[in-house]
């Protein structure tokens, strides 16, 4: 079964700081996309940030950077300079080439502070 | 760009009462289509999902179901609520070109 696994539930940082949001994933599939949305209190759904299985450049948005360890299966998000308005749930997530079917970590709760 | 347009936004039903909830597509066609359900403090769960009309599958078997009966339509329904059916229900979708998931704006049932 493909799996994505978020292991921290809730994080606490200060504004300004940087803060690395874990997911792991587990897939046989060779060709994928991954995926960084946050979704704050008015539950819309934002995409942060995806990146390409095939790709080995590591994908970048602005403050938003991540991690994309293959042969670990892992893609950990990294905030910089962390802002009030990041506070949010953030979602990993992945669609495997051969079904498109969406698999979801269970999110981790971002909490800014002042 | 691909929208997704869900209604209603928030919803107080009785217990026993049916469903419906609909949201349709803009902007693309043939759209993969998804029916989540959070629960307070939790991830999204997977209901249901459709690879295109008439096609659906279940991936928790419960009191609600599914229904695609056009392209960019995209249904869910209960013919009797329970009080567990309370919950914040997201429609999203994916257009097959481009693999990027967009989202409706999402219904808070309560179920009383």
């Known amino acids: 079964a493909q799996t994505v696994t978020q292991s921290q539930p809730e994080m606490s940082v200060q504004e300004a700081e940087t803060v690395t949001l874990s997911c792991t994933y587990d897939?046989?599939?060779?060709?994928?996309?991954l995926f960084w949305y946050k979704q704050p209190p008015s539950r819309q759904m934002i995409l942060v940030i995806r990146?390409?299985?095939?790709k080995q450049q590591n994908a970048t948005e602005n403050r938003f950077s991540v991690n994309f360890q293959k042969a670990a299966k892992s893609f950990s998000l990294k905030i910089s300079d962390s802002q009030l308005g990041d506070t949010a749930m953030y979602f990993c997530?992945?669609?495997?080439?051969?079904?498109?079917?969406?698999?979801w970590g269970a999110g981790t709760k971002l909490i800014i502070k002042p | 760009s691909q929208t997704i347009h869900q209604w209603p936004a928030t919803l107080v039903q009785p217990v026993g009462s049916p469903l419906s909830l609909e949201c349709t597509v803009e902007?693309?066609?043939?759209?993969?289509l998804y029916w989540y359900r959070q629960a307070a403090g939790r991830g999204l769960q997977l209901l249901f999902y459709?690879?295109?009309?008439?096609?659906i599958s279940s991936e928790v078997p419960q009191n609600l179901s599914a229904s695609r009966p056009q392209d960019r339509q995209f249904i869910l329904s209960s013919k009797k609520l329970l009080l567990s059916d309370s919950g914040f229900y997201l429609c999203?979708?994916?257009?097959?070109?481009?693999?990027?998931?967009?989202f409706g704006q999402g219904t808070r049932l309560t179920v009383v």
């Open positions: 997530a992945f669609i495997p080439d051969s079904n498109y079917q969406l698999i």
């Open positions: 902007g693309t066609s043939n759209p993969n």
């Open positions: 990146q390409e299985a095939y």
């Open positions: 459709s690879v295109g009309i008439g096609q």
């Open positions: 999203a979708g994916e257009a097959r070109l481009n693999t990027e998931a967009f």
């Open positions: 897939t046989s599939e060779n060709n994928y996309y």
